[in-house]
């Protein structure tokens, strides 16, 4: 990749802010090194009391350690530059959060700036109740005695919009949703109404209905309590409905900035005219397939249950259930991609497992002519059929195991003859088909998944299940965790493998955008139940139910 020009549009420097227009934060010059490397070189920002910024790029650009640069958080981190955040107050002197002593940015953190986090499964503590995290906020901070603290954080959580909030707060992280989680993280963030805001990724792992609720709630408690707000996004549709200003961020330098009308309509830097070109496209195999071709996959009055322990002494004699798909009837035609769309908690993920085998279930569910459960080796038959690329590579390759292990480890359970240099050059083939050679990354096969990219580790989990050959590959949510330019790669590579190949894909995500570009059929679902379904355009084009319009105008 090309070095990054000069930066264009900049903020104003000091003196050329109007009469009253002073900057809440002005970043002048900000470094960031790791051991003698640089990852943040010289940035310049400003972001005016009650403005919303949107730092943008991909990952590795530098926007989340510059943001915990501003609050010191950056571990092991030599940092340079300035960063003046005005005085509370009329006037208040303005301080250098780089030069400000730990005992000032203890002051400052929570009070004055405050952030969330991208993942708050990992944010919040386990340990504690929801309640309890945001009522610790408050008594640190504010001197609330344990009772009062603990009445203000009900309140915190109820503003935020989490149903039941009295009894939400007593709750452990994981009692609940992943966007109940992330509104107890925007709670104890504004719990003492900090001037700014700092939202690193706050809707990456929510669903697109979910994300337009949480950025609508950051709007309205914006304008509420006037703070200023540092987005720190990849998402440009994001940009689009919540920033007034965007500043984009590549490998450490920050190229380009302005309105977010402007930047979007018009970028001048080839790297921010990438980004904003960087959307799915469909390049599927459009023709017919011929009358009367057998589905690879047909599935009638399909349900799946979950044992659960009933409340009281009935839980002692016998188990309740709770049903998690009701009465699923689909196809999946060889050569084609039929994608399920829907909220976490509609029953996708459930119903993928059902067709991957790993999940009982009641009614018929076929592969060609054959059920799951006919006994070992008619399902060891059908695993090599069908294969799985999961949602975040990360966790999906063992952090143990080499390249030519993960890839190869699916021929040594369904080919166990073959030699080991035969299975070599089936690894090598498998890895070139989806853009990985020697060539590029010398010592390919001996290297570990984190050596590598999200993109790129993406690429190993697809050659590992397309390394027996697979009919039928069932993609969970294989593009969320990737950066936008990444995520075009990756579709692409999955597009053109079908046209090769032949694949069929069972594809789950609830990124409407995704859909429209690889699916043929769509499935909505909802509850468990399908609502809708039918060719992707017809789906998307003219949906006919409320709920598929609303996922359909979330995505927009």
Known sequence: MSAPRAQARLAPVPGEWAAGEEPLLQVRGLTVAFGGKSVVQGIDFSIAAGEKLALVGESGSGKTVSALALLRLAQGARLGGQAWLAGRGLGAAPCDLLQCTEHDMLGLRGGDIAMIFQEPMTALNPLFSIGDQVAEVLELKQGLSRRQAWTDAVAMLAATGIPDPAQRAQSFPHQLSGGQRQRAMIAMALACRPRLLLADEPTTALDVS????????????????????????????????????????????????????????????????????????????????????????????????????????????????????????????????????????????????????????????????????????????????????????FSSLSPRMTVEEIVGEGLRVHEPALDAESRRTRVREALAEVGLDEARFPGLLGRYPHEFSGGQRQRLAIARALIVQPELLVLDEPTSALDVTIQQQVLALLQRLQREKGLAYLLITHDVEVVRAMAHEVLVMKDGHIVEGGPVASVLGAPREDYTRALVAAAS
């Open 210 to 393: 979910l994300r337009g609720q949480i950025l609508d709630l950051l709007s309205d408690l914006q304008r509420q309590t006037g703070m200023a707000v540092l987005l720190i996004t990849h998402d440009l549709n994001l940009v689009r409905r919540f920033a007034d200003r965007v500043a984009v961020m590549e490998q450490g330098h920050l190229v380009e900035q302005g309105p977010v009308g402007d930047m979007l309509a018009w970028p001048q830097h080839p790297y921010t005219q990438r980004l904003v070109a960087s959307r799915p496209s469909r390049e599927v195999d459009e023709t017919p397939l011929p009358e009367g071709t057998p589905s690879l996959v047909k599935a009638q009055d399909l349900s799946v249950a979950y044992p659960i322990r009933l409340p009281g002494l009935r839980g002692w004699f016998r188990k309740g259930e709770f049903v998690a798909v009701t009465d699923a009837s689909f196809r999946v035609m060889p050569g084609r991609t039929l994608g399920l769309v829907g909220e976490s908690g509609s029953g996708k993920s459930t119903l993928a497992l059902a067709a991957l085998g790993l999940q009982p279930y009641r009614g018929e569910l076929l592969f060609g002519d054959t059920p799951w459960g006919r006994g070992r080796s008619s399902d060891l038959a059908l695993r090599r059929r069908v294969q799985v690329v999961f949602q975040d590579p």
